[in-house]
């Protein structure tokens, strides 16, 4: 997820959608964002496969509610920036977890199968400074493709205008963003 250059910019822009989608909750003022050196990291062998896999099927396909059926985890945790209060934080949980009903398809569908959430409360001192989770479950990997969209997905229709919005939303209230995707394995009985 990247910064908004102009979260103002950004915010008019999307107003419409983040109305109609019930993501406009209680007035929070953003942290002030800080000017950053616009650098893109390189991307890692499974984002190369991504973009590959896009590329070669399309975008309508890729995110297909019947691409590659089965369950897929998108685990997903955040340190937020200092200086974010305790209700921001809570409105950046609430917004997330409400993606559980508000992310669908243009025809309506749900792509989402559920979504938990809590804080870190590992004592084991290996969280790296990540503060929240969230598990978000899919039942394909195109739902999952749609629901991630941009900046993988860019055409229109093709990703999720509610989990889109929440990007701009929460982005200035974030320091770092760690997202781990799998297809669970059999799981391993005693």
Do not use: W
Not at 62 to 76: N, S
Not at 77 to 103: H, K, Y
Not at 162 to 176: C, I, M, N, S, V
């Amino acid at each position: 997820m990247s910064r908004p250059a102009s979260l103002k910019t950004l915010l008019l822009a999307c107003a419409p959608t983040v109305l109609a989608l019930g993501l406009a909750g209680p007035a929070l003022s953003a942290p002030t964002a800080k000017t950053a050196p616009a650098t893109t990291p390189a991307l890692d062998a499974a984002a190369l496969a991504v973009r590959a896999e896009l590329k070669s099927v399309g975008a309508t396909r890729f995110t297909a509610p019947d691409y590659k059926p089965g369950v897929v985890r998108h685990m997903v945790m955040f340190t937020f920036r200092p200086g974010t209060t305790a209700a921001q934080r809570a409105e950046v949980t609430r917004r997330f977890v409400a993606l559980t009903t508000l992310s669908r398809r243009p025809d309506g569908k749900t792509v989402v199968t559920s979504i938990e959430t809590g804080a870190q409360n590992s004592g084991e001192n290996a969280d790296l400074g990540l503060e929240q989770g969230y598990l978000v479950t899919f039942p394909s990997e195109g739902d999952r493709n749609f629901y991630v969209g941009r900046p993988i997905v860019t055409e229109a229709g093709c990703f999720d205008p509610a989990h889109d919005a929440f990007k701009t939303f929460a982005g200035p209230y974030l320091a770092k963003v760690v997202v781990f995707d799998f297809t669970p394995t059999a799981p391993a009985a005693p």
